[in-house]
């Protein structure tokens, strides 16, 4: 009544495809963590920019 259905693959190249798959999404994740990291960079450094700023148009001279 019911026909049947087999399917077959070969393990190493299924393998293969898994551990390319792996890479791209490590690679992905990778460049995420970097454009976080710049944009942290980024934040931190108008913030600390504003202060100094403020300091320098008052005549505060940087001694360090």
Do not use: C, F, H, K
Not at 32 to 40: E, G, H, I, S
Request: charged share 20%; proline share 3%; no cysteine.
């Amino acid at each position: 009544m019911y026909g049947t259905t087999a399917v077959t693959i070969s393990l190493p190249e299924e393998l293969d495809r898994v551990e390319r798959s792996l890479l791209v999404s490590r690679s992905t994740l990778l460049i995420v963590a970097l454009q976080l990291a710049l944009l942290v960079t980024a934040v931190l450094a108008l913030r600390r920019q504003d202060p100094v700023s403020s300091l320098r148009s008052q005549g505060v001279v940087n001694r360090w």
